[in-house]
């Protein structure tokens, strides 16, 4: 290495700033060091993922992942996401967790992102609507910003709600929706149509590949139980013995999918050849009602239902066509009704017993009232 001569001023500030510059110019190469390094390892194809979301559909993508042996990178600010649901891989070489907002740049060596970043509960999404919208419009463009800068592809997980009410039935992807952009679920329902948008505007200037998946209602474990949705609502409140909360007659209807279902189908996206969107949903459609019913029926609960106020711009009919995804995945849901909601009320069996020993009961999460009507998800 070739002698370097530096002439020191005799300013003792002077020399501070030396030193200083020269603790700077380390850290400098030592990081370029690492990049280097880490720009090595992520030429591995398809092995290193990174799944932005600790909460309830992230976590089991981030099981069936680190299962199949790529190397997941969990990125959180823990909003609606929790330590706990990715805390048994903690420790293994394959799996890094980083405290990170999306919201701000994020710079990590990936060769594939999913873009699960954003409360998806009425009551979490309705809580702050500016972060909501932060999360879908600024964290979407540093998620693609990501994505361009290490050649990277991005799934975005969108949602049924770009349909918004919809006015046509069943929804295939070719419908544009019938969504209210200045309601109360607009934080949400327009957030992810821009971040739509933006994927497509990526993919056809910069030419960054995306996937976007529409996910239809999806239940499972490691749902929060207190997060306001149907169906966690309906099992905490038969298994602790209170009303079931219905908003309006209960004659709107959902379409629910196992999260186990929902995960394949994002891997087989991401996976796949197909750019444009794809709805990930079971067609099998049931009345809010029904849906009550059938949850008091497998608790065996003595709970009444209560019907309240119906919700302003409720959805009053969901259910996906899923003619794309058959045809061009190979793929439908596979797990009965039935079944998913007993392992889900196991689940929650176990979580109330957990949190009863812990001193802490939790209660449904109201609907979030507006104009002194409530919600309904």
């Known amino acids: 290495m070739a ?13 501070r700033m030396m030193k200083l510059l020269f603790a700077l110019a380390l850290i400098a190469y030592i990081a370029c060091e690492y990049h280097m390094f880490t720009s090595i390892m992520c030429f591995i194809p398809l092995r290193n993922k990174t799944n932005f979301w600790a909460g309830f559909v992230g976590s089991h993508l981030t099981d069936k992942l680190m299962m199949d042996g790529h190397e997941v990178t969990v990125v959180d600010n823990f909003f609606t996401g929790r ?3 990715v805390e048994h891989w903690i420790g293994h070489e394959n799996f890094e ?12 060596e990936v060769d594939q992102i999913y873009h699960l970043a954003s409360p998806a509960s009425p009551p979490n999404y309705m809580y702050n609507p500016i972060k909501t919208l932060k999360t879908n419009t600024i964290g979407t463009l540093n998620m693609l910003g990501l994505a361009k800068r290490v050649g ?19 929804q295939n992807e070719e419908y544009w929706g019938h969504v209210n952009p200045i309601g109360p679920r607009a934080c949400y329902d327009e957030g992810k149509r821009v971040a739509e948008t933006m994927c497509y505007a990526y993919m056809k200037q910069e030419g960054v590949e995306v996937r976007v998946a529409r996910i239809f209602n999806t239940f499972g474990s490691r749902m929060h139980m207190n997060d306001g949705r149907v169906v ?5 409140q038969a298994l602790q013995g209170e009303p079931l909360t219905v908003y309006g007659t209960g004659s709107q209807t959902r379409a629910f999918q196992y999260v186990s279902d929902l995960v394949n189908g994002l891997v087989l996206l991401m996976n796949s050849n197909i750019s444009s969107p794809v709805n990930l949903g079971n067609p099998e459609e049931h009345t809010i009602l029904e849906f009550a019913r059938l949850i008091k029926s497998l608790v065996v609960s003595r709970s009444q239902i ?7 711009d409720d959805p009053q009919r969901r259910r996906p066509d899923i003619r ?14 039935e079944e ?11 979580e109330l017993e957990h949190q009863a020993n812990n001193q802490y009961i939790p209660k449904p999460k109201a609907a979030r009232m507006k104009k002194g009507r409530p919600r309904h998800n």
Do not use: C
């Open 152 to 170: 990277a592809r991005l799934l975005l997980a969108s949602t049924s709600e770009v349909y918004g009410d919809p006015e046509v039935h069943p």
């Open 97 to 108: 967790l980083i405290n990170h907002d999306v919201v701000e740049p994020l710079y990590i």
């Open 3 to 15: 002698r370097t001569r530096v002439i020191w001023l005799i300013s003792g500030v002077n020399r």
């Open 340 to 350: 998913g909601l007993n392992k889900t009320i196991q689940y929650f069996n176990r």
């Open 324 to 337: 794309k995804a058959k045809m061009m995945l190979g793929w439908e849901p596979v797990v009965p009704l």
């Open 232 to 236: 966690s609502n309906f099992i905490l």
């Open 83 to 85: 330590k706990r649901n």
């Open 306 to 312: 209560q019907f309240l106020p119906e919700a302003q």
